[in-house]
């Protein structure tokens, strides 16, 4: 796990401009504190941060090029089927030659060998900037999960690239605009979809695609190299599929514990992380490692007893990370720095917590995200299954009686809470499929953002946020409805939500998650999966628990799903509730000529007074408004940067 950043100067036949290097490097030193490497070929030049994890001699270190310097790269993640791809490609006998362990190495002799269709090959996390001098090329790749990060932005003098957007920053001409288009689909998702970012001139590249950019025209090229195939194989019988994913996962786990460092695990009580937790020890064939888990005060938000019940079980060393509001409170609004974009998942601030204890222990940590996209674990999946009853046997007329008793159910903080789910789910059934999944994650429904958001008319280009979902739901190869709310949490939400708190809270610790559900084979199998067999009944994650009733206590592979989040909307009304007064004040929110404070005050009215829960809302306007403050009012966010965790 590394960072990377760089630039390509159309202008010039020599990137001369070594320093504004330097400064794009020592900013994003987190995510590498172990060496800084810089290099200058021709037009390009290229900076790397390196957290060692395998090889930890200098040999690994980057940026890394082929024998005679004709290609080089500047790499972040792990590729774990770097060794098969030497052999199966016989990389050393046709004349490559090897100076480290790293599969850095082995990914530009591939390019060498079969150019950009190497990407096709790899299974693991990664972004990648390559760089050839012959062709006078620069390549551009991200993982098909978007585990890890890679945007770019171009000047009236070059393009630009890196692993995080604090890096572009330091680049003369890029500038701090705020995005009207991101900020209107923030309202919505809590988080900036797609290949926007809060800045006006800042993009990201997508999972599973690769881009091309040609020095002597400029001319960018980008298309999809990964093909997300959901067509079911009918021949898969439940049985097969229990035995056969249990054993692709299994050999998942086991790639990803490849490794010259410390590994542990996220445990957090779920059945994801209890499954990691599991087939870790069953491969080490032992279980003297590390596990942390996240708790809260408040019942319905905590798992932390059930982490203890499976690290007991397995016989892990484990760690309890208690999250208060006072911890939180002292993280706003440092843990942004390290996002640089406004986020409103409550899940971000203790994955801070937990990656900062671990961070005294082990340098990797396996993640259970992308368990409910590939094995179907989402209450929205359930949704779905329910809605197609409920429109079939319950007449219009009847719904529309029902939705009146739900709307006027009181109102409660308590997580998930019936009174929160029934709401959701009867008005979101009376919309079509995409339609429904999209109203039961949406923060703040079109109406909504534009009582919230000044000058409205600004924003009514920008067509409906849930087209993201549509779009998705039309294009994804399969017959199937709940294969195809798969597709869209894959290529939505599991990128631009999850693996954003992911990767970068870990490395503000100089950590590296690695996501054993994301492994390609196990991807592709379950996506092949008839709907019926891999979501049998009103039984989420059917697959998982019937492979893994051998080694998790019956009470976990029993358990409902939690998932992590804070009860922010309880504390912005109580401990929070003095930080949210300073953000959320309505002249502060009309100062930025962005929000409208009066429509902002009111849903704080109606969450104060318990008649609204406002509460994610809320949280993500209050994100919006500190990263304004750190981003566009100031440049405060670099004081609020790690220096990252040096080990060795």
Known sequence: MCGFAGGLLFSQREFQNTELLNR???????????????????????????????????RGNQPMSNEDGSVWIVYNGEVYNFLELRKRYDLDSR?????????????????EEVGEDFLKELNGMYSIALWDDTRKKLLLARDPFGIKPLFYTSTNNGFWFASEIKSLLEVEGVNRKPSLEALYHYLSYNYVPDSLTPFDNVHELLPGRAMWINWETGEKQEHCFFNYDYTEDASVTSKYASVHSRELLERAVERRLVADVPVGVMLSGGMDSSALTALMAKIRGRSNFHTFSIGFDDSSFDESEYARIVAESVGTIHHSIQVTPGAVADLLPRYLAHIDEPYGDGSAIPTWLLAEEASKYVTVLLSGEAGDEVYSGYDTHAAYKVRKLYRRSVPAFVRHCVGSVVSRLPVSHRKLSFEFKAKRFVRGAEFDVPGSHFFWRVVLSEDAKLQVLNSPGRFSGFGESSRYFS????????????????????????????????????????????????????????????????????????????????????SIVNKKKVGLEMPYSSWLRNELRDVAMEYLNPSRLNSTGLFNGAGVEKLWLQHDRYEVDHGRALWGILNYMMWYDLYIASTDYKNYINPGVVRR
């Open 95 to 111: 004349g490559h030659a090897f100076n480290s362990a790293t599969d850095t190495e082995v990914l530009v002799h591939l390019y």
């Open 24 to 58: 794009m490097g020592s900013v994003i030193a987190h995510r590498g504190p172990d060496n800084q490497g810089l290099t200058v070929k021709g037009p390009c030049g290229l900076v790397h941060r390196r957290l060692s994890i395998i090889d930890l001699s200098s």
């Open 471 to 554: 779009d998705i739901f039309s294009n994804c190869k399969t017959g199937s409805g709940l294969n195809k709310l798969l597709c869209i949490d894959t290529l939505c939400h599991l990128p631009h939500d999850l693996m954003i708190k992911n990767d970068r809270m870990t490395m503000a610790h100089s950590i590296e998650a690695r996501v054993p559900f994301t492994d390609v084979e196990l991807f592709r199998f379950l996506a092949s999966v008839p709907a019926e067999v891999k979501f049998p009944g009103m039984r989420k994650k059917h697959l998982l628990r019937n492979s893994m009733k051998d080694l998790l206590p019956e």
